[in-house]
């Protein structure tokens, strides 16, 4: 030690003797070498952890550098979020260098943190997902991490049905509880279970059911007015039965007592017959005449109803007529 403090005494001493002109000369040489320095020393550090061009130099990165480039990261830094320390990135590289793998490995494990930090930040150039249906479930309530749904496969991040199987195999097609109506059979799960919905629960609801429904040409009407305006849930039950699986009279359960309702071959006539679905209303002569073929001429232009009391205490349809209709067979069912 003390011959390191003569040795640097003297180097000041004799600096201190040299011309002004060679100080002036030695002090900016040594400004050079010091700006120089840490500007070099900064441009490697930025590169090695900010430049996604330098995790691309070890040959078994290609893969995962294509699916990076055209994935929804591909303007974030991959210690954005494979975070690693500076000792621990000279220990990747010299794994490389030294061992020479042939395959990649997961040498950068990302944490929830790194997830959060964008997508529960408020900030709307990143997707939030802190309020919305699916992560109250399985992140929040359930405490899943990022990575078991969205990590699954390299840079794609984007959860397949068949991840969503891995927790619920009995709804993948032909288990129990697979889908059965045969126009969902091969839907993604998020198609009708919309994760990204906020405030909301995960189940569809009535809006999830119809924003698709509502497009599809099958001759079905979801008139604004119809008097059911409950979740569809209620009545289809798609991984249960292709079709509804409800009972009218478990709501309407006096309906067959009530005016017309109470006549033989309406009681015993399945309810859509004469009730279209998602209308219900009868407006129309159309359901009546439909097995009414003779009173096609009979006060035309007026709906049935306005005179045939279908809810009250005395349907208003008596003498012969009453006779002849209260006789005839009932519609087939459906």
């Known amino acids: 030690m003390r011959w ?13 003797h040299l011309p002004i002109a060679v100080k002036v000369a030695l002090s900016a040489v040594l400004l050079i070498l010091i700006f120089g320095g840490s500007y070099g020393s900064y441009r490697v550090y930025s590169y090695t952890q900010n430049d996604p061009s330098f995790c691309r130099q070890c040959h078994t990165m290609e893969t995962a550098w294509e699916k990076w480039s055209t994935s929804e990261h591909s303007k974030i830094g991959c210690h954005s979020c494979h975070e690693v320390s500076p000792v621990g990135g000279m220990e990747l590289v010299a794994e490389y260098l030294i061992n020479k793998p042939d395959i990649n490995t997961n040498h950068a494990s990302v944490k929830d943190e790194a997830c959060e930090k964008c997508h529960y930040s408020g900030d709307p150039q990143w997707v939030q997902v802190e309020n919305t249906a699916g992560h109250k479930v399985h992140a929040d309530q359930q405490n899943i991490a990022c990575q078991t749904c969205h990590g699954m496969r390299l840079h794609s991040f984007t959860p397949s049905i068949e991840i969503c199987a891995a927790c619920h195999p009995d709804k993948v097609a032909g288990q129990q509880n697979s889908i059965k109506v045969p126009g969902m059979a091969n839907l993604h799960c998020t198609e009708c279970h919309q994760f990204l919905r ?3 629960p995960l189940r569809p609801t009535r ?27 209620q009545c289809h039950k798609p991984h249960q039965a292709e079709k509804p699986t409800v009972d009218c009279n478990s709501c309407h359960s006096a309906i067959k007592t009530e005016g017309l309702h109470s006549a033989k071959t309406h009681s015993q006539t399945a309810c859509q017959i004469c009730h279209k679905p998602h209308e219900w209303t009868v407006t129309t002569r159309d359901p009546c005449l439909s097995c009414h ?14 005179c045939h009391d279908f809810k009250g205490p005395n349907p208003t349809l ?4 009453q006779s ?8 087939p069912q459906t």
């Open 4 to 16: 390191l403090l003569r040795k640097i005494k003297g180097l000041g001493s004799w600096v201190a």
């Open 293 to 306: 073929t003779d009173r096609a001429n009979h006060n035309p232009g007026q709906v049935c109803a306005a």
């Open 198 to 200: 906020e405030d909301s």
């Open 207 to 233: 809006e999830t059911c119809l924003s698709c429904h509502q497009k599809i040409q099958s001759g079905v009407t979801f008139p604004d007015n119809g008097p059911m305006k409950w979740d569809c849930l």
């Open 318 to 321: 008596g003498g012969a007529a």
């Open 324 to 331: 002849q209709y209260s006789d005839q067979a009932a519609p």
